[in-house]
């Protein structure tokens, strides 16, 4: 309801399904604002200077992030970035 662009919707919308293909991923989702009712940054976007949506990163078991996708992106580039992390 409160994205900014008309892409965060739908790619949360295609992302969700592959959650259950990838059991060994832990899928964290993150709100650009703190709450609902606020047009304040949540801390993490404002941490990672993330200045527009949608975003996937991809962080592998060192911590270091493997992969990152921005704007407008589907569940065939989602799945190649998760393939690329769990290979």
Not at 40 to 48: G, M, N
């Amino acid at each position: 309801a409160r994205c900014q662009t008309a892409y965060c919707g739908p790619v949360l919308d295609a992302m969700l399904p592959l959650v259950d293909e990838y059991p060994d991923v832990a899928f964290v989702h993150v709100d650009i604002y703190k709450s609902s009712d606020s047009e304040e940054l949540s801390p993490t976007v404002r941490a990672w200077g993330l200045l527009s949506e949608p975003w996937l990163f991809t962080i592998d078991g060192q911590g270091r992030i493997a992969g990152r996708l921005d704007g407008a992106f589907d569940a065939a580039e989602m799945r190649e970035q998760l393939d690329a992390l769990t290979a």
